[in-house]
C-alpha cells in the first residue's frame, strides 16, 4: 500500500550537517504523521522527531537545537536537518508514518533504514 524510501545518509565529520530525506508512495489518502528514529547496534531504537498531521513537530532532548523536522504535504515528503552533529549521532536512521490508504485502511509503515556516519 505504501512505501518509504529514505535517502541522505552518509558520511560526515563533527560538526558537519547532513539533509535526509522520506518519500512516501503509494495509494495515500491522509498521512497521520511521520518522524525519524534511529538506532545503534545493542541499543534500543529511539525516537528522534516527529511531525503532527497539524504540522506540530516534537524532538528527543538529545537533539533538541541541532535537528529540524520538516514535512511537504503535497509531494508526502518528510526531512531531517542534521546540524552540529556529533560521534553519537551516528546510527541507522529510519523514517516512520501512520498512513490511511485511499481504501480507508490505517497502518503504520517504516523505511529501511540510511546510515549516518560522523566520524572525524
Known amino acids: 500500500q505504501v512505501q518509504l524510501v529514505e535517502s541522505g545518509g552518509g558520511l560526515v565529520q563533527p560538526g558537519g550537517s547532513l539533509r535526509l530525506s522520506c518519500a512516501a508512495s503509494g495509494s495515500i489518502r491522509s498521512i497521520n504523521g511521520m518522524g525519524w528514529h534511529r538506532q545503534v547496534p545493542g541499543k534500543q531504537r529511539e525516537l528522534v522527531a516527529i511531525?503532527?498531521?497539524?504540522?506540530?513537530?516534537s524532538y528527543a532532548d538529545s537533539v533538541k537545537g541541532r535537528f529540524t523536522i520538516s514535512r511537504d504535504s503535497a509531494k508526502n515528503m518528510v526531512y531531517l536537518q542534521m546540524d552540529s552533529l556529533k560521534p553519537e549521532d551516528t546510527a541507522v536512521y529510519y523514517c516512520a508514518g501512520g498512513f490511511t490508504s485511499v481504501q480507508g485502511i490505517f497502518k503504520n509503515y517504516w523505511g529501511k533504514g540510511t546510515l549516518v556516519t560522523v566520524s572525524s
Open positions: 511531525i503532527t498531521s497539524a504540522g506540530v513537530t
